[in-house]
């Protein structure tokens, strides 16, 4: 019991530092393109009060946590002003993409680590155990929020790059978008589990691959 408990304290811990650097990157890439609206909203910042949201950033990655599929996750949208950014919606779109590559970047960081310093290889030592949620979180949180549904991080990419017809369906999306997300989640969990361990399991291949072991 005491284990698990400090199982759930490990993830809780990196579910918050995971969520806080997501968003800081967010709000990072925004000011210097040219947008300091999260800047003045105090948003770059370590504070994870400003980042987090109780049910996507908290809740959600935990009960995923404890029934054993993939960890994801979301946090309060930084506030962009896109009319500021430069590029127009492609700035907007490096401002999406920046919080899910900060997240494969960790998940990376803690591969190596763990990796190099032998400490995925002796078995259940507590940092095996942190960085292999360091790297499993991330990689969930990543891919979680390349799901091209608004206002999750991927639909901001797809915008850049899709036609008039599809930018006009998203911009309606946008109001309810989060519902979907949330529909899809208790009601399929299943189905999203399968699609995002499929994706977790290819980003691993390419670490894999990275380090000479494939």
Do not use: C
Not at 38 to 67: C, Q, V, Y
Not at 120 to 132: K, N, Q, R, S, Y
């Amino acid at each position: 019991m005491t284990e698990y408990v400090v199982g759930v304290l490990i993830a809780f811990v990196i579910v918050l530092v995971s969520m806080i650097f997501h968003e800081l990157a967010h709000g990072l890439v925004a000011y210097w393109l040219g947008d300091d609206t999260a800047k003045s909203e105090g948003r770059l910042t370590l504070n994870p009060t400003k980042h987090l949201d109780p049910f996507l950033s908290i809740l959600l990655p935990l009960m995923m946590f404890i029934s054993g599929g993939p960890v994801f996750g979301g946090a309060k949208p930084v506030p962009v002003n896109s009319r500021n950014l430069k590029h127009g919606v492609w700035g907007m779109a490096l401002v999406a993409i920046a919080g899910p590559l900060t997240n494969f970047v960790l998940a990376l960081v803690g591969f190596l680590i763990g990796y190099y310093t032998g400490a995925f290889m002796t078995g259940v030592g507590i940092w095996g155990e942190i960085l292999a949620d360091v790297v499993t979180i991330n990689l969930g949180f990543g891919v979680f929020n390349l799901i091209p549904i608004p206002p999750l991080d991927g639909s901001r990419v797809l915008y850049a790059i899709a036609p008039d017809g599809v930018r006009n369906v998203m911009a309606q999306m946008e109001r309810w978008g989060i519902l979907v997300v949330m529909f899809l989640v208790v009601l399929a969990p299943g189905v999203i589990s399968a699609i995002m361990g499929g994706a977790i399991n290819g980003i691993l291949e390419v670490f894999y691959w990275i380090v000479g072991v494939r």
